[in-house]
């Protein structure tokens, strides 16, 4: 046999894999595995623990644990025996209970420490006669259970520890009471915070108290020399931020403001916190770098978003920072991590004004899509005029044009001539038709006389911006120019002119859409499909009764939504929606099933559509029966469930057998 063989690692993963391989249900399982108990490895040992938990005979397994527990000499077998015990549930209490009497204090240690494991409240009363016990360990360890599982009367027995003589039962009371999170008197933890053993548990529990005298008390604690109290400080400043409303976070940083200011090296120090490990020393480190408002902590700030649960956190305390920190963070914005960089960019939304335009400007020569999304939602929020220019340029870029637009809309609040004028100048010189667009929303009759000029213009797409802005800026001016453009030679124009006169409503607005539910071109059509639900032009509803039976499924579709939306969607029309080649008309029809106009009649068409070829559409046909409130439709929904085979499609099934059998 080779050496490689032989090697300790290979032996050990065999044993590990035998006992895996044991099935807890054959005889002799439960002496194979408590042998396991006290293999060399402990990774032999946790198997073979998680092997006992699924031996059938709960009683007997309890039994051999704890016969395990009392082998002196055996510190491996016996931890692991009581990893297991920890995890038979109820069936291991009275065992461990009876185990509190036995005459060996390490045995009645063993069992409080597992008891408190278990964490079942009906075992307090024993835990709490444990602390009376004659070993110190047993009544520590009684302590400490009682602070994983107790209630009121474990908090008041361990308050009453505090002022036991024993430095050790008084910090496992104190552990305790964190745990619990039951803070006893101010006055009282102040005392105990003094005692360099006590200190880091005190000061756990001193941030269970409001804000004040415990504030400046925790924070005094960050001048240690000592880590670990400071972590432990950090820790309790994290607790009594977390949840104050605004009044009382604004106490808490004024203290912390007023104490760590005079620490010297306190910048350093939460620096070194905001890159621990501890979740909780991260968050207090947070609360202490927002109350100094130490603008060179930013970048450290932001790299604590990759822990997701103090992305709010973060957010705030970058908040708190001012206009230097949010200087540091546009000029670190490319070393940043990635989801530091994402909640950077969400805090610089909120931290901009009008001196950041520059540096925003700076970062959409580099960012990546998604950062200059946030930039360009940053620029509209700085109010400034110089903001308008970049935008405006930015309209031509057609992944940003639609949040440039929104943020120009933003800045024309405050600037509308220096915006109007940047839009008149994009225009003029013919920068992107996008700029005619906005120019129409906000420019109103102002900018009439510049879009007449514009709709005449030899380029369609200028024309089409032209036509389509009229009817925001001017309702009347809009529905003159459509008119005109609906002949025009390029099915583009034709197009915006729709989406004009969608915009108006009336009889003359009505016969317009007629003409171009029959223009040549398929998007001219497609358009006064949706033009027509727009605005509510029933008189329209035999054309697109016509339509539902069109080849295009686009087409029907639309049709089908837009004479939903008018309220004028009969069983005729539903049945020849219904009957359409196309699988997509066919979910229309149903979703217009749900309407109250349609419910009588459409039971018998979804109950139809059950025995659709594809299951998308009898999925479909079920969600509508179970919204419908007919309970004749539950046989068919159960034949149905009866035959379905497609997984999505039985779930949809048994919800409408559910809803409309009342289960």
């Not at 929104?406 to 915006?419: C, D, F, I, K, S």
């Not at 605005?535 to 499924?553: F, I, P, T």
Request: with cysteine; glycine share 10%.
């Amino acid at each position: 046999m080779s050496d490689t063989v032989r090697s300790p690692e290979v032996l050990e993963e065999a044993r590990y894999r035998a006992l895996q391989a044991v099935d807890p249900r054959t005889p002799g399982a439960l002496e194979t595995l408590t042998q396991g108990l006290h293999d060399e490895s402990w990774r032999v040992r946790h198997a073979a623990a998680e092997g006992l938990r699924r031996v059938p005979d709960a009683p007997g397994v309890t039994a051999r644990l704890i016969s395990v527990l009392g082998e002196r000499g055996e510190t491996g077998a016996r931890n692991a025996a009581a990893e297991a015990l920890a995890g038979m549930g109820p069936v291991a209490l009275r065992p461990l209970v009876r185990l509190l009497e036995h005459e060996d204090p390490d045995q009645r240690k063993l069992a409080a420490d597992i008891l408190g494991q278990l964490g079942r409240p009906e075992v307090e009363d024993v835990l709490l006669r444990a602390l009376s016990d004659v070993d110190l360990n047993v009544r520590v360890a009684a302590a400490e259970a009682l602070g994983r599982l107790g209630g009121d009367a474990a908090a008041r027995a361990l308050e009453s520890l505090l002022d036991a003589p024993t430095a050790l039962l008084r910090l496992a009371a104190l552990e305790g009471l964190a745990s619990l999170k039951r803070a006893p008197p101010l006055a009282r933890v102040m005392a105990l915070v003094e005692d360099p053993g006590l200190q880091r548990s005190a000061l756990r529990l001193l941030g269970l108290h409001p804000p004040g005298v415990s504030t400046e008390r925790i924070c005094q604690a960050l001048a240690s020399p000592v880590r670990s109290v400071r972590e432990a400080a950090f820790v309790a400043l994290g607790t009594q931020a977390g949840g104050l409303g605004p009044y009382e976070r604004g106490e808490l940083d004024a203290v912390a403001r007023a104490v760590v200011g005079g620490i010297p090296e306190v910048t350093e120090r939460v620096a070194q916190a905001l890159d621990g490990e501890d979740v909780q020393v991260r968050a207090g480190a947070l609360v202490v770098a927002g109350a100094l408002g130490e603008a060179s902590l930013a970048v450290a700030v932001a790299e604590v978003a990759r822990e997701d649960r103090l992305l709010r956190e973060v957010l705030f305390t970058l908040g708190q920072l001012g206009p230097e920190g949010r200087r540091l963070l546009l000029g670190n914005m490319g070393t940043l991590s990635l989801p530091a960089r994402t909640v950077a960019a969400e805090a610089l939304v909120l931290l901009v004004d009008a001196t950041s335009v520059p540096e925003l400007c700076a970062l959409l020569e580099w960012a990546e899509d998604d950062l200059r999304t946030v930039v360009v939602r940053a620029l509209g929020r700085t109010r400034s005029p110089d903001a308008v220019a970049p935008l405006v340029a930015l309209l031509a870029d057609p992944s940003l044009s639609g949040m440039a637009s929104r943020a120009l809309e933003q800045l024309t609040v405050g600037h509308p001539l220096v915006a109007l004028a940047a839009l008149e100048a994009a225009v003029e010189q013919r920068t992107t038709p996008a700029a005619v667009a906005v120019l129409g929303r906000l420019g109103g009759a102002r900018v009439l006389p510049l879009l007449r000029r514009l709709a005449r213009d030899e380029d369609a797409a200028w024309r089409a911006a032209a036509v389509e802005a009229a009817g925001r800026a001017d309702g009347e001016t809009g529905q003159e120019l459509a008119r005109g453009a609906l002949a025009d030679e390029s099915a583009k124009v034709r197009v915006a002119a729709v989406r004009s006169l969608g915009q108006q409503k009336g009889t003359e607005t009505s016969n317009f859409l007629a003409l171009a539910l029959k223009d040549e071109d398929r998007a001219v059509r497609l358009a006064a499909v949706e033009a027509v639900g727009g605005v509510g032009a029933k008189d329209r509803s035999e054309d697109l009764e016509a339509l539902v039976r069109h080849g295009d499924g686009a087409l029907a579709v639309l049709s089908v939504r837009a004479l939903a939306k008018l309220g004028t969607v009969g069983p005729g029309v539903l049945w020849d929606a219904l009957s359409h080649p196309d699988a997509e008309v066919v979910k229309a029809a149903l979703a217009a099933l749900t309407s109250a106009e349609a419910s009588a009649d459409g039971a018998a068409l979804a109950v139809s559509l059950l025995g659709h070829p594809r299951w998308d559409v009898r999925a479909a046909a079920a969600r509508v029966l179970g919204g419908l409130d007919r309970p004749e439709c539950l046989p068919a929904l159960q034949q149905a469930l009866s035959v379905e085979h497609d997984g999505l499609a039985r779930v949809a099934l048994s919800d409408a057998v559910a809803r409309l059998s009342g289960r």
